[in-house]
C-alpha cells in the first residue's frame, strides 16, 4: 500500500520556501526538502524501506515524486552554483550545532507518527 503525503507552504526563509509534509493531515515535518525529509522521519518512526512513498502538492491531483520510502531516504536535493539542483546522497549534518537548528536536510519531526500503522 503507498504511502501518500500532501505537502502545503508553510513559510518563506532566508534559505527558501519550507514546507510542511502531512500523511492523512497529521503534520509529519518541515523542511525546505519534505519528500525526502519525510522518507527519513517515516524511516525512523519504523515503516519498512520498501514502502511505496507518493507526494502531491496541496490541492493538486498529480503526483510530483515517487518512490520508496528507503530509496527517498537516502537522497537529498542541494544547489551549486555552476550546476544548480542536483539529487544527491542524503548525509547527516555532523555537527550538533546544525541538527539544533534544522540545516538543509535534517529534520525536526512535529510530533511522535504512530508506528507503521497507516
Do not use: W
Amino acid at each position: 500500500m503507498t504511502i501518500e503525503l500532501t505537502i502545503h507552504r508553510h513559510k518563506l526563509t532566508c534559505k527558501g520556501q519550507v514546507y510542511e509534509a502531512r500523511l492523512n493531515g497529521v503534520p509529519v515535518c518541515q523542511s525546505l526538502t519534505p519528500f525526502f525529509t519525510a522518507a527519513r522521519a517515516l524511516l525512523d518512526a519504523g515503516h519498512s524501506p520498501d514502502t511505496p512513498l507518493a507526494m502531491k502538492h496541496d490541492g493538486a491531483t498529480i503526483t510530483s515524486l515517487r518512490s520508496t520510502i528507503g530509496q527517498a531516504a537516502r537522497l537529498t536535493v542541494t544547489e551549486e552554483d555552476k550546476k544548480g539542483l542536483r539529487i544527491k546522497k542524503h548525509r547527516p549534518p555532523t555537527f550538533g550545532l546544525y541538527q539544533e537548528r534544522g540545516s538543509v536536510g535534517s529534520y525536526r519531526p512535529i510530533r511522535r507518527l504512530p508506528s507503521c500503522e497507516i
